[in-house]
């Protein structure tokens, strides 16, 4: 299916486990985006990617990581969970910066229990 | 440091009249402005844009009104209707990012 997809939808996992979610935009955008929405704080940049191998931090990078191995994945990885990590994360891509609009994907809920 | 505030949390307008929805920036390198509109349980969805060099445009219903002496935008809604109950979210672009507001969340009442 063409569009961007993110996985898992939900997820719950302890505090101090790693986990990554998944993002797969089939339109070869080469700019991709991964956002944290919160209560009070919006939607927050955690990190980006302007093209394959090329990543750089947003405004909350701290706690994650992330790779841009193939233009169409953009995998975000905790490697350590903790409490203040759970949050609903959107990956979002775009084929140029900042002038176009953002297509994002539908979300993955997050728990750290 | 906020660079993009939208100070209403939310907002409630009756069907059929106009919706305007305010948003505040600080920073004068912002190049273009955007609206995202969101569902529960849904991505965001771009809505409607503005370059820095332009003060209005206009997209169907949706207005967005930029003041740049100001460092404020505006969006329109006329007129209200059911569906356009969402979230809206406030966005500036700079280089290669966007960065957004906590958006305001819009109620339109029957």
């Known amino acids: 299916d063409a569009g961007i997809t993110q996985s898992p939808r939900y997820k719950i996992t302890e505090t101090g486990r790693q986990v990554t979610l998944m993002c797969h935009q089939t339109w070869s955008h080469s700019y991709m985006f991964w956002y944290r929405q919160d209560l009070g704080h919006g939607l927050r940049l955690i990190y980006y990617?302007?093209?394959?191998?090329?990543?750089d931090k947003g405004e909350v990078p701290d706690g994650y990581v992330v790779s841009r191995s193939k233009t169409e994945n953009f995998p975000l990885t905790l490697e350590s969970a903790t409490r203040s990590q759970t949050s609903v994360y959107f990956c979002?891509?775009?084929?140029?910066?900042?002038?176009?609009?953002?297509?994002f994907g539908s979300g993955t809920r997050l728990t750290v229990v | 440091d906020q660079q993009v505030k939208q100070n209403s949390p939310s907002l409630s307008v009756q069907e059929g009249r106009i919706s305007i929805l305010n948003c505040d920036y600080t920073?004068?390198?912002?190049?273009?402005f955007l609206w995202y509109k969101k569902y529960p349980a849904e991505g965001p969805t771009f809505l409607i844009s503005?370059?820095?060099?332009?003060d209005k445009n206009e997209d169907g219903r949706f207005t967005v009104f930029l003041n740049k002496s100001a460092k404020h935008l505006s969006l329109h809604i006329v007129p209200s209707q059911p569906g356009d109950s969402a979230v809206y979210f406030c966005a500036a672009s700079a280089r290669d990012k966007i960065i957004f507001g906590k958006g305001t969340r819009l109620h339109i009442l029957p």
């Open positions: 990617s302007a093209a394959a191998d090329i990543t």
């Open positions: 503005i370059s820095s060099i332009k």
């Open positions: 979002a891509s775009s084929e140029s910066a900042g002038t176009a609009g953002y297509t």
């Open positions: 920073n004068s390198m912002f190049d273009y």
